[in-house]
């Protein structure tokens, strides 16, 4: 056995003992637990690029843990789409890591400092979790730890923060306690917890009205979980009350785990079955739109980024939808996987990335902001761009990649996602794909207004606030994001491979 | 009628238990303001859940879960143990989620000397927050 494939559990393992590393070493010395933190995510991140490397050049990686062989054992499985958002988390991690080593004394008192790092490292290992396992029990264990890791990160500033935590505590169990019941019934039926294992037991009971049930929770249970529209009213509340780099972490990659978590179930479980790619496809829309309508008329800048989640999670959802709603649409199973689908789900996977890698920079330059002149309102923040010239030079770079223009890394998602719908319009036809087409393209204009609207008062404007540019730290995480949207812009092809390899995975064409 | 009571009622009184807590939890998960009593609703809708996965284990007449040659050769039947597993790793899920949840509402009343959630509002509202 290679060493390679021991480290799927080790990025779990080590990130849980850090955990406790950092409380007992907090102990004696504050300014220690910030460092172990960002050392142990760097080792984690290395080894999921060795992962994403064996993955995509060898294959498969099966780690049965205690050598208890599946069903019976749980199965760490990770293929090109767990290994692409492994690395995508412990990026965002890392720079959000080191943001925080700055910015923490800005957003809360010394106390909870360490604690604030031992909860950050237990929300990473929920996080990882969640991507590398292959058994849905410990999916919903793993999502319960980086729920609860999150509940008290959103909390901790305290105020008004209590209550929006607390809030998205009961949103987040009852959400979480939807997705148990789905397991339970799927449990019922089949007697076995392993994905893989389900995939291949559950296609004689799709008629059954226990898996019928099951698919409803799992649905809304894990809707709850990504804040998709009907079910997101927790976000706009829980996301800016938190510090900023966990707002950073919370909308760049928390709610795409959920997501990430949603597609593994469905697209393995039920291959196409219940038409979820409409359901999909009108949640997407409708969170886009709704979010879209309320973003506009925030004048606090992490509330109306909050909203723009909401969009991004509605496009990203409807990349997936169009995908599973053209594969459904044909109806014989072709020895070809249609072109259109898989450029769909490769754009919302990429999105997933731009997305993250967009919004994670915006907030915690927000976060940079309100380091310098201590407030959030975007009426106050007129003349910022004098004074920190690279705080705001590098969040419009993010504004604009979110927004979708050519040369940045969020053009290409966007992209491949109309793209994809145009393509299907052409080969598979009907009104759906012609709204969604409409609708898709009415938003992405749309979002430019309330995005430009930043933009304008960070570049633009002049304002009477004199402030200086804050620590290295924080500057350098927004820079690094910065240039990572300029980059994977310029050069996007190894990216689109990527996304394009992990869904073919989830869309089962290789 | 008599079907009903018998197959529907009788047969799977064990479904019934865990619906009707599941529904009392979750009643007073969103229509209680004190949020205490919220807390109190989500810890009745897990131990639903709890008592569903337990009672899908169980058997009549089943035996401990510790599989021999007698058990065998003798034809018994034996409880699934997974299900219990599974729920106890849920409690303990179950009891970080109350954990957590009862500090935020520690923090709260010490900021603002209530639980009621729309007192709480008020105060935030009155703060300008």
Redesign the interface.
């Known amino acids: 056995m290679l060493i390679v494939e021991h480290f799927p559990v080790l990025v779990v393992a080590i990130s849980l003992l850090s955990a406790f590393s950092i409380l007992i070493a907090g102990w004696r010395n504050k300014k220690s637990c910030a460092f172990i933190s960002i050392a142990t995510i760097l080792l984690q991140l290395i080894m999921a690029f060795f992962i994403l490397n064996h993955v995509l050049t060898i294959g498969t990686i099966n780690y049965w843990l205690g050598g208890w062989a599946p069903p019976w054992g749980i199965e760490y499985l990770v293929d090109a789409l767990n290994a692409y958002v492994l690395v995508i988390i412990l990026f965002l991690g890392l720079l959000c890591a080191i943001h925080s080593k700055s910015s923490i004394e800005h957003e809360l008192p010394p106390y909870k400092v360490v604690s604030f790092y031992t909860v950050y490292q237990l929300f990473i290992t929920g996080l990882c979790g969640v991507t590398v396992t292959g058994d849905i029990f410990n999916m919903y264990v793993f999502i319960e730890i980086l729920s609860l890791a999150a509940y008290a990160l959103v909390g901790s500033k305290g105020g008004i923060a209590l209550r929006a935590g607390f809030t998205y505590l009961v949103m987040g169990s009852i959400g979480a306690c939807f997705f148990l019941i789905g397991i339970g019934f799927l449990y019922a039926v089949t007697g076995s917890l392993n994905i893989h294992d389900l995939s291949l037991l559950l296609p004689p009971l799709y008629g059954n009205k226990v898996v019928q049930a099951a698919f409803i929770f799992i649905i809304v249970g894990l809707g709850i979980k990504m804040a998709i529209f009907p079910l997101h009213t927790w976000l706009p509340d829980a996301h800016p009350a938190a510090p900023s780099p966990i707002s950073a972490m919370l909308s760049g990659i928390m709610i795409m785990v959920g997501f990430y978590a949603l597609i593994r179930v469905l697209f393995t479980l039920f291959p196409f079955y219940y038409n979820y790619g409409l359901i999909l496809l009108i949640l997407g829309l409708l969170s886009m739109t709704v979010g879209n309508l309320f973003a506009y008329f925030q004048n606090d800048l992490k509330r109306l980024l909050a909203y723009s989640s909401i969009v991004n999670m509605g496009i990203v959802a409807t990349g997936a939808g169009v995908a599973a709603y053209i594969l459904s649409t044909v109806a014989e199973p072709q020895e070809a996987l249609p072109e259109a689908a898989s450029l769909a789900m490769a754009g919302a996977l990429l999105h997933i990335f731009s997305h993250g890698a967009g919004k994670a920079m915006v907030f915690l330059g927000s976060g940079n902001i309100h380091a310098g002149i201590h407030t959030r309102d975007l009426a106050k923040m007129g003349g910022i761009g004098r004074d920190m010239p690279y705080t705001s030079y590098s969040m419009s770079v993010g504004l604009l990649s979110l927004l979708g223009l050519p040369p940045l890394l969020g053009f290409w998602s966007k992209f491949l996602i109309i793209m994809s719908v145009a393509k299907a319009i052409q080969s598979v036809g009907g009104v759906v794909l012609v709204i969604t087409f409409i609708l898709l393209l009415f938003n992405v204009i749309y979002a430019a207004a309330y995005y430009l609207k930043v933009t304008k008062v960070l570049m633009i404007e002049s304002g009477a606030v004199r402030t200086h540019e804050v620590a290295f730290p924080m500057v350098f995480s927004v820079v690094a994001f910065a240039l990572l949207c300029l980059i994977g812009g310029l050069f996007p092809l190894p990216f689109i491979r990527v996304a394009v390899r992990a869904s073919l995975v989830i869309l089962g064409g290789g | 009628m008599e079907w009903v009571i018998a197959d529907i009622i009788l047969a799977k009184y064990n479904y019934w238990v865990s619906i009707i807590l599941m529904l009392i939890g ?1 009643y007073a ?1 969103i229509a209680k303001g004190n ?1 205490i009593k ?1 807390i109190i609703g ?1 810890n009745i ?2 131990t639903a ?1 709890f008592l ?2 337990i009672s ?1 284990a169980d058997i009549r007449g089943g035996t401990e879960p510790i599989v021999s040659e007698e058990i065998i050769s003798k034809g018994y039947v034996y409880v699934n143990p ?2 219990h597993v ?1 729920i106890l ?2 409690i303990v ?1 179950a009891v ?2 109350t954990a ?2 009862l ?3 520690i ?2 009343y010490e ?1 603002y000397g209530t639980i009621e ?1 729309e007192e ?2 008020e105060k ?1 509202r009155e703060l300008g ?1």
Do not use: C, G, S, W
């Open positions: 979750f998960m949020l919220k989500l809708f897990q859940i569903f996965y899908l997974l299900p599974l790793t849920a899920v970080a989620t957590v949840a500090a935020l509402i923090r709260m900021e959630e709480i509002i935030e927050l």
